[in-house]
């Protein structure tokens, strides 16, 4: 029996590719991604300016990019591409096989994926304001997601990591979900990504975002025209966007900050690849199956197909070997449309299912191909990690929480030491997906968890128990005060304040 219901994605959806060529007549070409050979994979700044020197005379859009005097080759771009609510199970290359994401597992191919990192926070906001701060969210502040009303919002105080990409003179953009911010549409003060250090913003709210809007019109930003033919799928169009930002861009360095909405609920995904997926084997039911989400799934290939059309675009424009390319997510799978098996838990908690996220970095010619990391690593070492990458110092003003990472890019098998990441998130009333008020650490192997309403402390070797099935803390007494007590010296130094919950009855959408 061969029923094709698991069709190649290339040859699947003929009418999405025609739109996507007609659009982007380049994107018919093939993909040829060179790997570096060994002895190229590391290499010092002057290697690279070697290899830059010589990629310039194929060139002529990098030739343009070239400072003419000084041969320096220009500084790298970096693309940031975020996933919204994407668990750590999803992708192919994190070992799911329901869901299909040949261009991003293509990316950990070409690049070093991370088994160990991790949001700052379960929920939207205070992983955004780590991002953007390279600090905890409990000292900037933001330890819950805003509501569109919201008078608390980021600072403007900060030397946020888009300033730091404009003060070393790149072109800075955002596409898509912002949420640092209430909004002035529903009676709040607003701070939108242009205060911040983006020079444009692009498919970004100005309302409330919970709910899901996927199609066209949009109600987080009902002033968005249309650009897409038919009925316009937001996932196009923030891959479209981002697409022409780098064209509009290509001569001098951009940072640009991909910010997906999907795969937040209300999940829905394309018809056509709806379709497809509801055809697959093992196949959930409707948006809400709890594993195999067939919508999910779809939404989560209208992700992959950006991140290919992002690389053959690079590719095109002879800008791929100099490039950044990141992708991550900014909180676990919701429990209830998804599994994050084998992590426990979901969004809103503090189980390693709501903050273990999926992290690839590409970066031809100096993050090996092919790599796997195991540093422990939390959101808000972007910061220090992506200034460091691009030649410069975050502003003494920023203090700096994260660490950078950048020797483990150039080299896998180094590990940056620290102490712990730590995790602070009081809220008034429990998440209505089942988050509790409560803090946590992780140190080497080892995780402490707070329940701040009722004291209790858990401990999990997470080397040997991923899943955080078998709670120690009542056979190690010692640990779980040692790691209690950097957790209490850990807020007290962050002005953390622990916040009991009244009892669930606020049911508001995130
Ligand atoms: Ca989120």
Redesign the pocket.
Same mark, same amino acid.
Request: contains cysteine; glycine residues 0%.
């Given at each position: 029996m061969s029923k094709h219901n698991e069709k190649p994605m290339e040859a699947g959806d003929e009418e999405e590719l025609a739109l996507l060529r007609s659009r982007f007549p380049d994107t018919g070409q093939k993909l040829n991604i060179q790997h570096q050979p060994n002895h190229q994979r590391i290499m010092t700044s002057i290697t690279r300016t070697t290899m830059t020197g010589v990629m310039a005379v194929i060139s002529c859009t990098l030739m343009s990019a070239m400072p003419a005097a000084s041969g320096t080759p220009t500084k790298p771009n970096v693309i940031f591409i975020l996933a %919204? %609510?994407l668990g750590w199970a999803e992708l192919g290359c994190y070992g799911n096989t329901f869901n299909e994401t040949p261009n991003i597992d293509a990316l950990a191919r070409q690049g070093l994926r991370f088994t160990d990192a991790y949001a700052a926070a379960p929920?939207?906001s205070p992983?955004r304001a780590s991002l953007m701060t390279g600090q905890w969210p409990a000292r900037v502040g933001i330890t819950d997601y805003l509501r569109a009303n919201d008078k608390k919002h980021l600072g403007t105080g900060h030397v946020t990591l888009a300033k730091a990409f404009k003060e070393a003179g790149y072109a800075t953009g955002m596409v898509g979900k912002w949420h640092l911010t209430g909004y002035q549409n529903e009676g709040a003060e607003e701070f939108p990504p242009t205060v911040h250090g983006f020079d444009e913003a692009l498919v970004s709210e100005n309302r409330g975002i919970g709910g899901g809007s996927y199609f066209f019109p949009y109600h987080f930003n009902r002033e968005i025209k249309q650009r897409l033919p038919g009925t316009e799928y937001l996932v196009d169009r923030c891959n479209l966007e981002a697409v022409e930002f780098i064209e509009r861009h290509q001569a001098q360095p951009f940072f640009l900050y991909l910010s997906h909405y999907a795969v937040?609920t209300r999940l829905a995904g394309k018809p056509e690849l709806l379709a497809k997926y509801e055809n697959k084997p093992n196949a959930g039911k409707g948006a809400k199956a709890r594993e195999n989400n067939p919508h999910l799934a779809a939404q989560l290939q209208s992700i992959d197909e950006g991140v290919g059309m992002i690389m053959k675009k690079l590719e095109s424009l002879g800008l791929m070997d100099n490039t950044i390319l990141v992708f991550t997510s %900014?909180?676990g799978g919701e429990s209830n449309v998804t599994t994050n098996r084998p992590l426990r838990g979901g969004?809103s908690t503090l189980y390693e299912g709501g903050i273990r996220e999926p992290l690839i970095v590409k970066w031809p010619g100096v993050v090996p191909a092919d790599t796997v990391s195991g540093q422990i690593t939390s959101s808000v070492d972007f910061y220090a990690t992506l200034v460091d990458a691009i030649g410069s110092k975050p502003d003494p003003k920023q203090k700096m929480d994260g660490v950078s990472l950048l020797p483990v890019w150039r080299d896998p098998a180094k590990h940056v030491a620290r102490e712990a990441i730590y995790w602070h998130y009081p809220l008034a009333v429990p998440h209505f997906l089942g988050g509790k008020s409560g803090g946590a650490l992780r140190s080497g192997k080892w995780k402490l968890k707070e329940d701040f309403n009722t004291g209790a402390l858990e401990l999990f070797d997470l080397e040997e128990d991923i899943g955080e099935t078998n709670d120690l803390a009542e056979k190690m007494p010692a640990k779980v005060t040692e790691m209690h007590s950097m957790l209490k010296a850990w807020r007290a130094e962050t002005g953390a304040v622990i916040i009991k919950s009244a009892p669930a009855k606020l049911k508001k959408k995130?």
């Open positions: %919204d %609510d929920v939207c992983f937040h %900014d909180n969004k995130q």
